[in-house]
């Protein structure tokens, strides 16, 4: 239980933003704090060299005044005035010390001189750090020439430099912890800020899972990378509910349409059995049955075409298919029932011959479903007309009729699973044809669109990739 409370905290994105947050931070403070020492640091032994030489000048003005002597004396007198640690050494040339005068005790009897690096005769004036043992604290010094045959070394301690720096170590270890635990707050603060929402998607999430789909996230306060993933997951949802919805009605449709011809297969299947009928009877009896059926496995088969094709897999092949015989051939096919019910058929075809893309069988199935409806919802004495054209980059096919036209309500519906509109329950029909004919066109890269106006008629306008 606790071990997978520590692994939960280890994964949580809170967690892990407040680490980091808090990590870049100290980092970055105790960064800066780096580098204003290096610069101090440096700085100080800067100033420390400059003092040293101004030293060396100041020297050098003394013995060509006062000579040998005046130096001596003013090296006591330097001395006695310093609060540092400091040093005079005035040596001849070629090593041979000529006086010494110093406040630096060395606690273990050690000569100061030992320490000191010998006198570069080639060298005017050279700068070294030297460390010397049970001494606090580094020595600067300074050897350079201040006369002919005479050399001064001047030595300052790191004293000044030293206790800045431990300023600074204390400061950056006093400073680490509570950097650390404030970074910490401020970055567990905001992480729950910013990632407050996503709990608020979670439950919702966890709301549905339970079966309750009408729930909807619902941001009091959020920022827009959250509202964002809000959006999209109520998208989801009104999508996810609309085809549940679509699903129940397309089952109930189906439920519906089985029924009726069932119970009339099972009461002609009744009639064989407790009837006594003559053998012509019984052969209608049949005849009926097998319409019935080949009616059932027509639903059956159209409805597995359209899901085959919503889906894109199938006998679907995309080839280059010439639409003018694609629309002469359909006409062809319903001239006969189109004169029938007194309907005229027309096409209006550009004289050059128009290419699609596009499974021509099921091309032919879609211009055939669209040009049946127009005959079909027509009037006496009315027209179907059939257009083909290339607009902007895609082949149109335009079938318009003159027949009772589709109510502003049931336009949207038309392309739904089994939806009929009211006035044409009189004829027959499945309410699958507009479906089937919207997944072949959007199998194919395109789209059907429908305008309509009752009474006047309908135009559908297929659109497809030339
Ligand atoms: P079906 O024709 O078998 O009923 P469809 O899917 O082809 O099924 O059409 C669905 C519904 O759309 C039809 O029942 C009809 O109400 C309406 N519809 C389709 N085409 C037309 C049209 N050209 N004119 C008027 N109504 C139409």
Redesign the pocket.
Known sequence: MFSKRIRDLGRSLSFRLTLWYAGVFVCSTLLLLFLFYYYTAFQIIEDMDDDLGEELTEFTSILAEGGVEAVKGYMVIEVDSEVEDTFFRLLTTDGRELKMVSNISLETGQLLQAHIPPVNKNIDKAFVTVEIPDYPHRLRVLSGVIGKGLVLQVGDSFLYHDQVASIFKRLLLLAVFPLFVLSALIGWFLARQALAGVGEVALIADKIAAGDYNQRVRLKKSHLEIQILADAFNAMLDRIQALIKGMKEVTDNIAHDLRSPLARIRGKAEMTIVGDRSPADYRDMAADTVEECDNLIDMINTMLDITEAEAGVGHFEMETVAVNALVLAACELFEPIAREKGITLTTDLPGAPLFCQGDRHQLQRLIT??I???I???RPGGSVRIRAGAKEGWLCIE?A?T????AEA?LPR??D?????????S???????????QAIARAAGGDIV?S?VVNE??R?IVSLPM
């Open positions: 479903n669209l049946e409806n127009g079909k919802y027509n079938v009729d027949g009772q036209g589709i049931d038309i392309f699973r089994f939806y009929r509109c009211d006035p044409s329950r004829e027959p029909g499945l309410g699958l044809g507009l479906s089937l004919a429908v309509s008629g309908s559908f």
